[in-house]
C-alpha cells in the first residue's frame, strides 16, 4: 500500500501486561453463530463502574455539559458532506458519518460501525452537526458490526432502516436483540472471536468499556472493537468505545499492520467519571501508538453533547497531541463529519 510509515513505538509511560510467549489466533466462528453466554460479563470490567458517591458527586457538580463558552464553536464544527469516494475491491475508503459511524469500503464490501442517522438519540440534546451522508445516498450495505448496546452505538431507529437480512456482527450477548426485531443473519462473537463474509476477516477485540441499555441488564452483553481485514491484508481498528489501557497494545500483538485506527477522543470531561471508559485525545494518540497503526482518524466528537468539554477542543488537544508525539501530519486524518480518505494499494 501506499503511504507507508515507519511503526512508531508504544509510549512509554503506558503501562502494559507483558506479552505471553505465544498468542493465540482468533477463533474463527460461523456467520448467523448465536451462543450460550454467561448471564454477566462484569467479569470482564477493567475498572468497577461508579457507585452511589460518584453519582451524588456527578448531580453535586453538575458537570454533565459544556458550559455557554463551551458551546460558542458549534458553528466551527468541521462538517464537510461530499460524495462516497469509489472504491473496488482492492482499496480501502473511510467516511465520517459523524460519532462512531462509519462507512467503510474494503474488500469489496460496504460496512456500516455502530450506525446512527437519528438526529436524537435517548438522554442527549440533538446533534450538533447533521449526518455526514445522507441514507438514501449509501451503497448497499453488505454488514453492519456494533461494538456495544449504549444508545449512541445502537440505535434501533437506524437499524429499522436496513433490509432484515443484512449480515449483523455483534458482542456475545446482543444477538437476541437483533433477533426480536427481525434479523436473520446474526453472528454472536466474544472476545478473540472471528467471523468471516465474503473474503472479509472480523475479528471482535476487548475495549475498556461496559454495557447496559435498561435498569436490568447491566453488563449482560460485551463490548468491544472490531479489526476488519481484505483477502490483501489491509487492515482497519475501529475501536468502538473504550478507555485507555493494556488492550491496545494485546490488539497490535495479535493483529500487526494496522493500516488504519478509528479511535474515539470525545466524551471525556470530567476525567475523574469517564477516564475508565473514554479516552481523552492524549489518551487516543497514545493508544494508536501501542497498536502500532499506521494512521489514525479520530472520532466520538463534534456530533452528540456527552460531557463536558469544550465542543471543539478534542480536535485542538488531538492534533498538538500528535504533533507532540512526532509523527507524520499526513497520518493523522482528523475527517471532517462526511468526510472521506482512501487507501490505494
Known sequence: MTERTARPAPAAEAPHRPAPATLPTSVLQPLGRI???????????????????????????????????GLRDVPLLPFEPGPLPPAGPGTVAVTWAGHASWIVRVGGLTVLTDPVWSR????????????GVRWEDL????????????????DAPT????????????PAGLGRWFLRRGFTRVTELDW???????????DFVPAHHWSKRTLLDTCRS????????????????FAGDTGYGHWFAE????????????????????????????????????AHQDLGARRMAPMHWATFVLSSEPVLEPLTRVRAAW?????????????????????VP
Not at 139 to 154: E, K, M, R, T, Y
Open 192 to 202: 478473540w472471536e472471528a467471523a468471516e463474509l465474503g473474503g472479509v476477516r472480523f
Open 222 to 237: 460485551l463490548w468491544g472493537g472490531w479489526v476488519l481485514t481484505d483477502p490483501a491484508g489491509h487492515r482497519v481498528y
Open 159 to 170: 437499524l429499522r432502516r436496513l433490509p432484515r437480512a443484512t449480515p449483523v456482527l455483534v
Open 251 to 286: 490488539i497490535g500483538r495479535r493483529h500487526p499492520g494496522i493500516d488504519l485506527a478509528l479511535l474515539p477522543i470525545g466524551a471525556y470531561d470530567p476525567r475523574w467519571w469517564l477516564s475508565d471508559v473514554h479516552t481523552d485525545p492524549e489518551e487516543a494518540v497514545r
Open 35 to 69: 451462543g450460550r453466554w454467561p448471564r454477566s460479563f462484569a467479569d470482564r470490567l477493567t475498572a468497577p463502574l461508579p457507585g452511589v458517591r460518584a453519582l451524588a458527586r456527578l448531580a453535586r457538580e453538575g458537570a454533565v455539559r459544556p458550559r455557554r463558552e
Open 323 to 343: 504533533e507532540r508525539a512526532g509523527l507524520p501530519r499526513e497520518d493523522l486524518w482528523d475527517l471532517p463529519v462526511g468526510g472521506s480518505r482512501v487507501l
Open 139 to 154: 451503497p448497499p450495505v453488505d454488514a453492519v458490526v456494533i461494538s456495544h448496546n449504549h444508545f449512541d452505538h445502537l
Open 120 to 131: 436524537r438519540i435517548f438522554g442527549t440534546p440533538a446533534r450538533l452537526t447533521p449526518v
